[in-house]
């Protein structure tokens, strides 16, 4: 017997057979990343804007407790992944218990991040140092993974998915372009004296994400780093300050890239821009104390044509 | 007359429409998924990315619509993973959660007209860049038979897509709406009288099919 809609149902199912349907995009891929994601920040501590107002009568309690957990390594690690940016997540790698004593400057007391990275290093004991900001003793010396693909600056404008941004009045003196994998782009212009270069600006896609580990230094001096919140353009910022780091780039699905791993000994600004999902992240690798690495960073403008 | 696709699941293009993975291998995935192994999880996204992009693409009629939406299906869907019952079927319950975001999406952005206009341009490029002569009088009756289906409204539209263009089982309908089975069978019979009564008033080219 015939149903009364059977041509109607066979034309639909025609249809939706025939229909031409766009290819199918990496939506695995996708998820994979925002989930990855997602469970990394779900790891974070989020503060709300005005967290001391709500935080301040809990401090000293949390200190304390802090304080005690320190002594577990494990727990010291997974401390330290609390900090970092969309783009960044940061591992303090655990400091082989010595007596030697180094000398950490005070972060400023209104930043919610220092707070915590206070926390992480040794209290000081010693006197302290006159300037607020140490000084590296040279600026990274760039590894081959970095530093692949020379190219002229408009040459590595042409190349790239989104613009790139400049000091004003300067221009780099090497630029070099790197397409990582196809997944995301970085570029490096370097400034100054390519063998001991004044300023390294890196730019890089937000799906390649950073990651930096503290460092722990062949003579087991406990890790020295200082991380300051700060702002550029209105914008949280991290600057990294008092002891090399380990950088690795990491992929879209959070694997570090292989041979991207290097040490960073230099001051270090680091600050996104963008959407959630396409943003950009910015790392000015410097000589130059905070405020002079945020005028910098605050000066960037694109590039013109 | 053309059998339904409910046991074979294949596309023309050779896209498995339908899980790779066992019934049984499927529940271990998921097992593992709800336990936070987002390996397992991109196993099953990567078995129904597919469907779900697709199923997305049918009732949001743009590419990026319909990925945005599938992408935050399977993320929302890893979310609620904890309320997901071990033992019941994975893909209308996802299904569920891909149409819902492909719904929001249009209410959202209040732009379904628009949609619908860009999908039959797109069509219509496609039909003038690909083989002329091809079925060409089967493809303007497909082309006009999705401008009247268009004219329904969303629910009925995506009743249509989830039956007869993604070819689900009534069951999986049922369970896809969150609605008893009867209610589909009752509501499917409504929604073609509806779309016979367009076709009749605006597309009389289609007569023969009604």
Not at chain 2, 55 to 70: G, S, V, W
Not at chain 2, 156 to 167: A, K
Request: proline content about 7%; some cysteine; overall charge neutral.
């Amino acid at each position: 017997m015939m149903n009364e809609f059977e041509k109607l149902e066979n034309a639909l199912l025609r249809a939706g057979r025939e229909m031409e349907y766009p290819a199918t995009p990496a939506i695995a891929a996708r998820v994979r990343t925002a989930l990855t994601r997602e469970v990394s920040s779900s790891e974070s501590v989020v503060m709300p804007r005005n967290w001391w107002r709500v935080l301040v009568p809990l401090a000293a309690a949390l200190i304390l407790a802090l304080a005690l957990l320190f002594a577990i390594p494990n727990t010291r690690e997974a401390i330290g992944q609390f900090l970092g940016l969309r783009g960044l997540q940061i591992f303090y790698v655990t400091p082989t218990p010595t007596a030697l004593p180094t000398l950490t400057p005070r972060p400023s007391p209104t930043a919610a991040v220092t707070s915590v990275g206070e926390t992480l290093n040794p209290p000081m004991t010693e006197t302290p140092r006159a300037t607020a900001t140490p000084r590296p003793t040279r600026t990274p010396t760039a590894q081959p993974f970095t530093l692949c693909c020379e190219m002229t600056l408009a040459e590595a404008q042409r190349r790239a998915r989104f613009n790139l941004l400049v000091p004003p009045n300067e221009a780099p003196s090497k630029v070099y372009y790197l397409d990582i994998f196809n997944n995301g782009e970085q570029v490096v212009m370097v400034f100054g004296d390519p063998k001991n270069p004044r300023m390294t600006l890196f730019q890089m896609q937000r799906w390649v994400y950073g990651k930096i580990v503290g460092r722990v230094f062949e003579k087991q001096v406990p890790p020295q780093a200082v991380i300051d919140e700060t702002q550029v353009n209105g914008e949280r910022a991290l600057w990294f300050s008092g002891a090399p780091h380990r950088l690795v780039v990491l992929d879209q699905y959070g694997e570090p890239v292989p041979g991207s791993a290097r040490t960073v000994d230099a001051n270090t600004l680091v600050w996104e821009t963008g959407d959630e999902d396409r943003g950009i992240v910015y790392r000015i690798e410097t000589k130059a104390a905070l405020k002079e690495a945020v005028q910098i960073a605050e000066s960037l403008q694109e590039v013109k044509p | 007359m053309l059998q339904p696709l409910y046991s074979s699941w294949e596309s023309k293009n050779g896209f498995p429409l339908r899980a790779m993975e066992p019934i049984e291998q499927e529940q271990q995935l998921i097992r593992r998924a709800k336990s936070g192994d987002i390996a397992a999880y991109d196993a099953l996204v990567r078995a129904y990315e597919t469907l779900a992009f697709r199923a997305a693409y049918l009732i949001t009629r743009d590419e990026h619509e319909a990925a945005d939406a599938a992408q935050d299906a399977f993320v929302r869907a890893y979310r609620a993973l904890g309320s997901f019952r071990l033992g019941e079927p994975f893909r209308p319950w996802l299904m569920r959660i891909v149409t819902n975001q492909a719904l929001n999406r249009i209410q959202a952005i209040k732009r379904r007209v628009n949609m619908n206009e860009r999908y039959v341009k797109a069509e219509t490029e496609n039909r003038e860049t690909s083989d002329a002569q091809t079925h060409l009088e089967t493809r303007e009756q497909n082309e006009k038979l999705m401008r009247a289906v268009s004219r329904l409204k969303a629910d009925d539209q995506t009743l249509i897509t989830l039956r007869y263009f993604l070819e689900l089982p009534e069951i999986e309908v049922a369970q896809t709406l969150n609605i008893p089975q009867g209610t589909v069978k009752s509501r499917l019979h409504r929604t073609l009288a509806k779309l016979r009564e367009i076709i009749r008033a605006e597309f009389p080219d289609l007569a023969e099919i009604v």
